[in-house]
């Protein structure tokens, strides 16, 4: 049967079971090979006073958060996009 996906739709291994992540968004368990991986940084102080602080040169500092999505709630919510068929076969970087 041919493969929408070379990956199968998964990261990582290719056999047996991954241990599952919680989406969050909605909750859902998806097992971690299957699930997207979004991360950001945070500033711990608001916005406009953290650009005062690094004009008067000050480091601001920022936490990284890191997210999992199920495919539904990355689609929707734009983390992913679904692409053509030549384009699922490549494989890139989440932003
Ligand atoms: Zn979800």
Redesign the pocket.
Known sequence: MTKKRRSGGRTGSQSGRDQPVQ?A??G?FVPRGKAKRVTKYVSLVDATIGKELRDAGAIVPRRQVTNW??V??AIHTHKVHIRAGDDRRKHEKIR
Do not use: A, G, T
Request: hydrophobic content about 0%; glycine content about 0%; overall charge positive.
């Open positions: 989406c968004k909605c859902r999505y199920c539904s709630c």
